[in-house]
């Protein structure tokens, strides 16, 4: 069966700090890979995804950029952390032959910036 | 990018009452799914819709889209407490809308 695994769970860093969020996927291949935020209690940003390797589409300009080094992780990253990262960072998956298929969410990260 | 609008925002109601949230866009939805999600955790899928009239029936939630496929509604009937939650809903490309926050009080 198919896991997804993020980490970590939660993560408190000062402003101007670099964050590195991971995401990895089990059990499946090729499938499209998602990162998302979202404030309390509010729907979810799209901020990136990824149908390949190497493929990253950004859906909002910002100070976070994405990257997939491999066919299953997929990596969050900032070089300097603004107030404004803050949020619930959230890593999905779906498989990639069929767009009606369920997306499955990791348990999400929890990130305060200080 | 297809923006999906949700209504109402916020949603409180006592255990036994009726409910309809609803998930609108200027344009046509190639296909809707609708999730749940809990404090904490990701979203879940609850159903997916793709012909206009389409109406599905999980238990207790009723989901129809629309004939013109701009827009769609949950409807939950008889809510529990174990109904609280926030109801998103995502078009084909995974776009969201701004969840509708659902407080079922016993």
């Known amino acids: 069966s198919q896991t997804i695994h993020q980490w970590p769970a939660t993560l408190v860093q000062p402003v101007g700090s670099p964050l590195s969020l991971e995401c990895t996927v089990e059990?499946?291949?090729?499938?499209?890979l998602y990162w998302y935020r979202q404030a309390a209690g509010r729907g979810l940003q799209l901020l990136f995804y990824s149908v390949g390797i190497g493929q990253i589409s950004s859906e909002v300009p910002q100070n976070l950029s994405a990257s997939r080094p491999q066919d299953r992780q997929f990596i969050l990253s900032s070089k300097k952390l603004l107030l404004s990262d803050s949020g619930f960072y959230l890593c999905a998956w779906r498989d990639w032959t069929d767009w009606n298929t369920e997306a499955f969410f990791g348990q999400g990260t929890r990130l305060t910036v200080v | 990018t297809q923006l999906l609008e949700q209504s109402p925002q916020f949603l409180s109601i006592q255990e036994g009452e009726n409910l309809t949230v609803y998930c609108n866009s200027s344009s046509v939805f190639s296909s809707l799914q609708w999730y749940r999600q809990e404090p904490g955790e990701g979203p879940v899928l609850l159903v997916t819709?793709?012909?206009?009239?389409e109406v599905k029936k999980l238990k207790r939630l009723t989901f129809q889209f629309g004939d013109a496929r701009k827009d769609s509604s949950l409807h939950i009937t008889a809510a529990q407490p174990g109904d609280t939650g926030l109801y998103l809903c995502?078009?084909?490309?995974?776009?969201f809308g701004g969840g509708t926050r659902v407080l079922v009080k016993p």
């Open positions: 995502a078009e084909a490309k995974l776009t």
């Open positions: 819709v793709v012909t206009g009239g």
């Open positions: 059990g499946t291949s090729n499938p499209n």
